[in-house]
């Protein structure tokens, strides 16, 4: 019997494409004319050294970082204005390696009744055994606990009606045990993943690898 956070989504999974995608920092390209075509329900894992541009091109999935060139189709939809956008977004679930959280005292409850689905969320978060510091203020949690709150936010937007996971380097405050657990949990779900990753096994799990250098990607290993 799957747990909570294995469970099967009866969301669709979402088809991602980016076509020919170029970022830039200032004068400094640092996506380089990227191309991939994510079926539903397909599990990518982008590796490669830091500051490789794997980051950047999440991020422009999201609308975070605009494109100079090319575009990104979600669900054969091209995101042009701000309602695009919105549409986008509800499909994604973001997980960030490093989130600015600041000083302020925003709680572990408060960032999960963000989630698309907050009941779902706290649910999760439960279940990854945060049920005691849901009164806590994020500036107070550890990277690994901070990991399984985004986690469990994530979880409950997938929920929620996302199609698409997009997680940033999801195990990599974690120890040894938490890794496993949440790679099982990653590599268990039914919708769309694109994971950036330095971790081997979560890579190993995924349906493909492809590396970012220099700003461009290639696939090395189906």
């Known amino acids: 019997m799957p747990t909570k956070s294995e469970q099967l989504f009866n969301t669709a999974a979402a088809r991602l494409q980016i076509e020919a995608a170029v970022c ?6 640092v996506v380089d004319s990227v191309n991939l075509d994510v079926y ?7 590796i490669g050294s830091n500051g490789s541009g794997k980051t950047t ?3 422009s999935i999201l609308g975070l970082h605009t494109l100079d060139a090319g575009r990104v189709l979600m669900d054969n939809c091209h995101a042009i204005n701000s309602d695009d956008w919105k549409k986008r977004r509800a499909r994604i679930a973001w997980m960030p390696q490093r989130q600015v959280i600041g000083q302020f005292p925003l709680l572990v409850r408060e960032l999960l009744a963000s989630s698309a689905e907050p009941t779902s969320a706290l649910a999760h978060a439960q279940e990854l055994g945060l049920g005691n510091l849901l009164d806590r203020p994020l500036h107070g949690l550890s990277g690994g606990q901070l ?7 994530a979880l409950g937007s997938l ?4 199609g698409l996971l997009l997680a940033d380097e999801p195990t990599a405050a974690l ?8 790679s099982k949990i990653l590599c268990s779900l039914t919708v769309t993943v694109l ?12 349906d493909r690898v492809a590396e ?9 290993r189906v």
Do not use: W
């Open 147 to 153: 990991q399984r709150v985004f986690l469990a936010r």
């Open 195 to 206: 994971v950036v990753t330095h971790d081997r096994a979560m890579a190993d799990c995924c």
């Open 40 to 46: 539903p329900g397909e599990h990518i894992a982008l």
């Open 24 to 29: 830039s920092y200032g004068q400094t390209r």
């Open 175 to 182: 120890d040894f045990d938490g890794q496993a657990k949440v």
């Open 212 to 220: 970012m250098a220099g700003g461009r990607l290639r696939e090395v």
């Open 57 to 59: 091109l999440l991020r």
């Open 159 to 162: 929920n929620g009606g996302a």
